[in-house]
């Protein structure tokens, strides 16, 4: 059983559109929610990171919001480009589980020109 | 610098038939990692190590074996293949457990016949 469970498992947006994938847990020991993109033929890399004590966190066109009392997080991706098609997963990790990793199922994200 | 590297690139087997699938790192991380990616399942973690000479068990240790030799190297072997070990394995390794950064090799595509 997945402890972060991730939405919508696919879209697609026009060029210069946002994306918006979700992330929600239930675990209240995470305490800390990195998102990896990955390239078709490629491992996963890390894109963006955030920590509970912090609503939302910029890095360019990728913003995380964090809601800690729903328990849930949510990557935004603002002015979508084609070079930003790839399979972005949200993870959580907590001390009290060595902090391995857990990650959500995925979601692949399309840009069309 | 070359990273996170992995051999082979991909693999076909019958049931049955063992291999090891190596993972090498030039950034002189502790800790290393084996997942194993599955659609609609995202990544989950098979063993890990938190040094050389140790090993844990991840999520989904069943099937599989691992080795930590040297501190640079980690096996993932199979000793007996099934077709539910098909799948695209990726290797990581961290500074430590508690570094906010995986990083990850290119990943082996194996399937078993």
Redesign the interface.
């Known amino acids: 059983q997945q402890q972060v469970k991730q939405s919508p498992q696919s879209l697609i947006v026009q060029k210069g559109g946002i994306s918006i994938i979700n992330c929600a847990y239930e675990n209240t020991a995470f305490d800390y929610f990195p998102w990896y993109q990955q390239f078709p033929g490629k491992g996963p890399a890390l894109l963006i990171a955030i920590r509970p004590d912090v609503s939302e966190k910029k890095e360019g066109r990728f913003t995380i919001s964090f809601n800690k009392s729903a328990k849930q997080f949510s990557l935004h991706i603002m002015d979508s480009q084609p070079g930003d098609s790839a399979t972005y997963f949200c993870a959580a990790r907590a001390r009290s589980n060595d902090y391995k990793l857990s990650f959500g199922a995925g979601t692949t994200v399309t840009v069309r020109a | 610098n070359a990273g996170?590297t992995q051999t082979p690139k991909f693999r076909v087997l019958k049931t049955g038939q063992s291999m090891t699938l190596l993972c090498a790192q030039d950034m002189n991380h502790e800790y290393m990692y084996w997942y194993r990616q599955d659609p609609?399942?995202?990544?989950?973690?098979i063993h890990?190590s938190v040094g050389e000479g140790t090993t844990?068990k991840?999520e989904v240790p069943d099937g599989y074996n691992v080795s930590r030799l040297k501190k640079q190297n980690f096996l993932l072997g199979l000793e007996s293949a099934a077709p539910s070990q098909t799948s695209v394995y990726?290797c990581?390794s961290s500074y430590s457990?508690?570094t906010?950064?995986?990083?990850?090799?290119?990943?082996t595509r194996l399937t078993v016949l």
């Open positions: 996170v609609g399942m995202g990544l989950r973690l890990y844990a991840g990726f990581a457990l508690g906010d950064t995986q990083y990850f090799g290119p990943g």
